[in-house]
Nanobody, 124 residues
Framework: QVQLVESGGGLVQAGGSLRLSCVAS????????MAWFRQAPGNEREFVSM????????YYAGSVKGRFTISRDAANYTVYLQMNSLKPEDTAVYYC?????????????????WGQGTQVTVSS
């Protein structure tokens, strides 16, 4: 069974940086898409970024493009989200997700596996 464990969240001032990590286990992942979503209180879970396990393709939500960078360390089954120039509106619980590559990768419904989430709070 695939398991995803996130870490790296915390409290940071606006303009600061954080790096989230997602360690994956229980699968081969060679044909998986790995993504980050986030959910703020009262809001729906929204797409942030996605990377193919090969690392060849990366996608970002418009709200984070140019500030966030997704990457993966295949040898250690880890996906990262480097978040720079953080804004208060980036405050949310961030979730790692994995899919075998079916459906619209920007939609939560495309993902079969989810981590427990890590809280990111950006103060103004």
């Amino acid at each position: 069974q695939v398991q995803l464990v996130e870490s790296g969240g915390g409290l940071v001032q606006a303009g600061g940086s954080l790096r989230l990590s997602c360690v994956a286990s229980g699968g081969t992942f060679s044909n998986y898409f790995m993504a980050w979503f986030r959910q703020a209180p009262g809001n729906e879970r929204e797409f942030v970024s996605m990377i193919t396990w090969s690392g060849g393709n990366k996608y970002y939500a418009g709200s984070v493009k140019g500030r966030f960078t997704i990457s993966r360390d295949a040898a250690n089954y880890t996906v990262y989200l480097q978040m720079n120039s953080l804004k208060p509106e980036d405050t949310a619980v961030y979730y790692c997700a994995a899919t075998r590559g079916t459906g619209n990768f920007r939609s939560t419904s495309a993902y079969q596996f989810w981590g427990q989430g890590t809280q990111v709070t950006v103060s103004s």
